[in-house]
T-cell receptor
Framework: GQNIDQPTEMTATEGAIVQINCTYQ??????LFWYQQHAGEAPTFLSY????GLEEKGRFSSFLSRSKGYSYLLLKELQMKDSASYLC??????????FGTGTRLTVIP | DAGITQSPRHKVTETGTPVTLRCHQT?????MYWYRQDPGHGLRLIHY???????DKGEVSDGYSVSRSKTEDFLLTLESATSSQTSVYFC?????????????FGPGTRLTVL
């Protein structure tokens, strides 16, 4: 079977840095995706890792360790608009994604 | 914006009635997907399509059928809706850029089965 674990909720302060962890045990691995989802809206693509290491995209970075089945999303200089759910998803096979249940991040002033 | 629309955006129906949700895309993407999203479960794949008339089951396909008679439209049908199918339904397409295939989501349909 497939399993992805993420913390259910996190709270962080505006301007700070937060790290959202994701661990996975899946049959097959062709990459790991992070999506952002604001309440009542569709998920939007943030980042993708297929090789070990860190991928940086502005204020957001994502890290992958395939040997440990582990990824994290790092958000720097937090803004109030970053309050959202962050979804970790593993690509299995050619095109299918298996999603975790998501981490709800609340940014406080 | 990957040019995906879903209709209807909201629907309330009664148990036992048939329901069809439509996903429409304007950019000729080959792969299309239907997911449902429920609290505590995240996004779960219902069915997907890899071309006209080519579809396959996902993780939670029981009680759902799909059809794709044109590249741009992917229909999800609940033959006889049940309260357990109350959910938010998202359609997605897969867009390729080099080695990367990324899924982009439509705005969602909130379905309530009474």
């Amino acid at each position: 079977g497939q399993n992805i674990d993420q913390p259910t909720e996190m709270t962080a302060t505006e301007g700070a840095i937060v790290q959202i962890n994701c661990t996975y045990q899946t049959s097959g691995f062709n990459g790991l995706f992070w999506y952002q989802q604001h309440a009542g809206e569709a998920p939007t693509f943030l980042s993708y890792n297929v090789l070990d290491g860190l991928e940086e995209k502005g204020r957001f970075s994502s890290f992958l360790s395939r040997s440990k089945g582990y990824s994290y999303l790092l958000l720097k200089e937090l803004q109030m608009k970053d309050s959202a759910s962050y979804l970790c998803a593993v690509k299995i096979g050619a095109n299918n994604l298996f999603f975790g249940t998501g981490t709800r991040l609340t940014v406080i002033p | 914006d990957a040019g995906i629309t879903q209709s209807p955006r909201h629907k309330v129906t009664e148990t036992g009635t048939p329901v069809t949700l439509r996903c429409h895309q304007t950019e000729n993407h080959r792969y299309m997907y239907w997911y449902r999203q429920d609290p505590g479960h995240g996004l779960r794949l219902i069915h997907y399509s890899y071309g006209v008339k080519d579809t396959d089951k996902g993780e939670v396909s029981d009680g759902y059928s799909v059809s794709r008679s044109k590249t741009e439209d992917f229909l999800l049908t609940l033959e006889s809706a049940t309260s357990s199918q109350t959910s938010v339904y998202f359609c997605a397409i897969s867009e390729s850029s080099g080695q990367l295939d990324t899924q982009y989501f439509g705005p969602g349909t909130r379905l309530t089965v009474l």
